[in-house]
């Protein structure tokens, strides 16, 4: 069992910035490739970064490439999700998910483990 624990998510402007984390523990936090998704009122759950175990490959969603940085930090058993120039379109609720195995996973079935999410609200 991988328990994953969101936070850093709240209210913001657009343009403004936000940084997520996700604390991990249970399991090798290494063993896992990770990933962060959103799901918006309505829409399905999209998958908006994600990073292999080991950092050395990492995945943007079109829609925020350049805007929004994944990272982690195997020692601290964490996973962040800097978000800049965030926009209204943005908001929606964060998740993070662990897939076991090197590399990263696009669709939200394969990943094994899931956090409760975190609410990002972009105001206009």
């Known amino acids: 069992q991988v328990q994953l624990v969101e936070s850093g998510g709240g209210l913001v402007q657009a343009g403004g910035s936000l940084r997520l984390s996700c604390a991990a523990s249970g399991r090798i936090f290494s063993a896992y490739s990770m990933g962060w998704f959103r799901q918006a009122p309505g829409k399905e759950r999209e998958l908006v970064a994600a990073?292999?175990?080991?950092?050395?490959?990492?995945y943007y969603a079109d829609s925020v490439e350049v805007r929004f940085t994944i990272s982690r930090d195997n020692g601290k058993n964490t996973l962040y999700l800097q978000m800049n120039s965030l926009k209204p379109e943005d908001t929606a609720v964060y998740y993070c998910?662990?897939?076991?195995?090197?590399?990263?996973?696009?669709?939200?079935?394969?990943?094994?483990?899931w956090g409760q999410g975190t609410q990002v609200t972009v105001s206009s």
């Open positions: 998910a662990a897939t076991y195995g090197s590399g990263w996973k696009s669709r939200a079935r394969d990943y094994d483990y």
């Open positions: 990073i292999s175990r080991s950092g050395d490959s990492t």
